[in-house]
């Protein structure tokens, strides 16, 4: 075999695949019985061709090329026949009989030297040189090629169907244009010494089979995976090799070199270095053709598959459902049929794309046929497979029912065998086939997608129920807010009742306070006024009477400011809008809170900001809160003789005025900070708390529109922090 012979094996194999495939798998078809027709007299053209360039015999080669004509006159009109019948033309019936009578008068001519004159010698073997009526066959052929292409264009333009209009365009890049490359074989068969370019048809050839396996051609329920198409490619690319390697064996023999177990390893790693990246490279192509994309919308499939399980929304899941599968299948539309809850039938519940809510769309009823064919079979309707079945009324109802909505595919939505609902799938926008792996994904969807639905079918009729029992519930309850009312009432009433016996301490501090100095003034001032009154007016005064009285204004004033702490902090107005400086409530408060700590070994480390502005608020009720907050922390700190730090600021980023208590004592256990602001929660004994001091502070701080926390700190102790907004006026 000369290298001249590897485009018509490469042909020959091309036309025999397709032989044995049709036989195999295609049903018996008038169109798919043409076609195997049409590639028989291929496969006998090229065998012939075969033969010649590789045999001695002239006169062999003359005899067998003039039985192969015999019957490859007839490939002219079995060519129109076929494309007639694959495009559905029926008018032109004299047409095909002309071909079929001009084809029988050219077979009467093919064992004559008319037709085939003889074999001539040319660079790449023998090939028939054509008698005087030869011109007749190519005549005939230029001509139903040309036929052909123009009603294949026609078709294609006037095609409104993608899918339909992506395989007639393959027809015409594949089986089409075979005519015409076959056409220039006429060349070497005038006696022109070219290298017949018909030769090259398993270039098409191979264009139709992409087109077969892909967009199923010829309805023959083929759609490749591209592990097979990976295999048959390596094959492929195998036998390639070995022909390099016979092809190189012949060339070299004339060198010595080529005998030798290093030119063997040399060419063997040369050609691997070649294959493998070629291999590569072709299965890149293969992906770009066959998945566009498919990688991708799995992805997103499945995420959206995660996300819908989780929601009980049943507009959301039509919604995601609908949306995910329109842009990731990039279909014309996707439209889901929901069981109506009435019994009647399916509702549109949610549409996208180009026929997302058509008229004749918007309910379909239990006793359509498509429905029945759903709940008969359970399983994705497919319509190019419903197309294959055996023509029953059936059959045709649900083909009907199919194009009456623009479906490619019905994908049922089951839950425990019961046919809740189905998506309609218009055409690919690419207009290529769905492939097995399509299916599996939109199967698996359509498996949790009938699940989501029923649970929230489930979670709407429970929340149904629970409004007709909240309904019951509001009417069972009014005693209950009553209840509440009165319990909040009480609260504040605790509140106020908390507030009094803050203020009753608040005046028996004070009390004690001014016992003292005001015994010590009203002494000494009725000692004063005795001594004045027996002193003659002429006798100078004694300078320790000065002093004494000194003293006595001193104490006087020391008693006027405790009096005034006192009226401020007693104050119980509700109004909240007066000014109020922090520092004055803190210093109030710790000065009555002085009988506290005074005969105790606690310090007080007391740092105040000058500038703290004034904010809006009741004297009394933050005075109330400080003297809380201030209190615990003398307590905390009463047995271990720690040190309590207050502290006031200014906040210019939140605008607010802070303050600050913190205590070097024991500090607050970790599993009980989270109650501490709870009413009637206290650590202290019976007797000696009642559980509503820093409930009531927080309640308080609250109104003004701020927030009491409990610092986590590493060091020991407590510490409390009261933020309350400033006054912006």
Not at 345 to 370: E, H, L, M, T, W
Not at 413 to 434: A, Q, R, V
Not at 487 to 494: F, G, I, P, V
Request: charged residues 20%; contains cysteine; hydrophobic residues 45%.
């Amino acid at each position: 075999m000369n290298i001249y012979s590897i485009p018509p094996l490469l042909t020959l194999c091309c036309f025999l695949g397709l032989v044995v495939l049709t036989i195999v798998r295609a049903e018996r078809t008038k169109a798919n019985i043409l076609f195997l027709i049409i590639c028989i007299f291929g496969s006998f053209l090229y065998t012939d061709i075969l033969f010649a360039f590789n045999t001695k015999s002239a006169e062999t080669a003359l005899l067998i090329s003039r039985i192969d004509h015999f019957f490859i006159v007839f490939s002219i009109p079995v060519f129109i026949h076929f494309f007639h019948t694959y495009l559905n033309i029926s008018g032109r019936k004299w047409l095909v009989y002309l071909a079929y009578g001009y084809a029988a008068f050219l077979m009467c001519l093919t064992p004559t030297p008319l037709y085939l004159e003889s074999m001539q010698k040319y660079f790449f073997g023998f090939f028939a040189r054509g008698g005087r009526l030869y011109p007749l066959l190519g005549i005939g052929g230029f001509f139903v090629s040309i036929y052909v292409l123009v009603i294949i264009n026609t078709a294609i333009r006037c095609e409104k169907s993608s899918i339909r209009k992506n395989k007639l365009k393959y027809v015409f890049a594949g089986f089409g244009i075979i005519g015409l490359i076959n056409g220039l074989n006429f060349f070497p068969n005038l006696g022109y010494s070219v290298y017949p370019l018909g030769n090259f048809s398993f270039i098409p050839l191979i264009i139709f089979a992409v087109g077969l396996l892909k967009h199923d051609l010829l309805d023959m329920g083929i759609l490749v995976r591209k592990s097979l198409l990976y295999s048959l490619i390596t094959a492929f690319l195998t036998c390639i090799y070995a022909l390099l390697i016979i092809i190189a064996d012949k060339a070299f023999k004339i060198y010595h070199f080529s005998d030798s177990f290093y030119f063997t390893v040399l060419f063997f790693i040369l050609v691997a270095l070649i294959f493998g990246p070629l291999k590569t490279k072709v299965q890149a192509i293969i992906d770009r053709i066959f998945s566009k994309g498919k990688y991708d919308y799995q992805k997103t499939i499945k995420e959206v598959s995660r996300m819908i399980a989780s929601v009980l929304d049943l507009d959301e899941i039509a919604r995601l459902l609908t949306q995910t599968i329109f842009k990731a299948m990039r279909v014309e539309h996707c439209t889901l049929f929901l069981r109506d809850l009435s019994g009647t039938g399916f509702i549109n519940y949610s549409s996208r794309g180009k026929y997302g809510n058509p008229a004749y769309s918007v309910s379909i009823v239990d006793n359509s046929s498509i429905v029945k064919f759903m709940e008969e079979r359970l399983q994705p309707v497919i319509k190019r497979r419903i197309m294959r079945l055996k023509t029953s009324s059936e059959t045709q109802d649900v083909l009907n029912d199919m194009e009456n909505i623009n479906a490619e595919i019905a994908l049922p939505l089951i839950f425990k065998d019961t046919l809740n609902g189905f998506i309609f799938l218009g055409e690919k926008l690419s207009g290529d086939l769905f492939s097995s792996e399509d299916l599996d994904l939109l199967e698996t969807l359509c498996s949790q997608s009938a699940l989501a639905i029923e649970n929230a079918h489930s979670y709407k009729r429970l929340d149904e129920l629970n409004r007709n029992l909240e309904e019951m519930v509001r009417e069972r309850t009014r005693s209950l807010n009553e209840a509440l009312i009165e319990k909040e009432r009480t609260q504040d009433q605790l509140i106020r009742s908390e507030s009094l016996a803050a203020i009753g301490q608040l005046v028996a501090g004070t009390a004690h306070e001014l016992n003292n100095p005001l015994t010590s003034v009203s002494s000494l001032m009725q000692s004063t006024i005795e001594d004045l009154t027996h002193v003659d007016s002429k006798v100078s005064l004694d300078e320790g009477l000065i002093d004494d009285l000194k003293f006595a204004n001193k104490e006087l004033d020391r008693a006027r400011t405790i009096v005034s702490s006192l009226l401020g902090l007693s104050r119980q107005t509700q109004t909240y809008t007066e000014p109020v400086n922090l520092n004055t409530v803190v210093t109030d408060a710790l000065r009555i809170l002085s009988n506290e700590y005074k005969h105790s070994d606690i310090e007080i480390s007391e740092n105040y900001d000058p500038d703290l502005p004034e904010i809006q608020g009741n004297f009394a009720n933050l005075g109330q809160v400080t003297i809380n907050i201030i209190k615990n922390a003398i307590q905390a700190v009463a047995d271990s003789r720690g040190t309590v730090f207050l502290t006031t600021g200014f906040d210019k980023n939140k605008h607010e005025v802070v303050f600050t208590c913190r205590d070097t004592g024991p500090g607050i256990p970790k599993s009980i900070r989270k109650d501490i602001f709870k009413p009637f929660f206290t650590t202290k004994e019976v007797g000696k708390g009642t559980g509503l001091g820093l409930y009531i502070c927080h309640e308080i701080v609250q109104r003004h529109n701020g927030v009491i926390t409990l610092k986590e700190t590493d060091r020991q102790g407590a510490c409390f922090i009261v933020r309350l907004p400033a006054d912006k006026a």
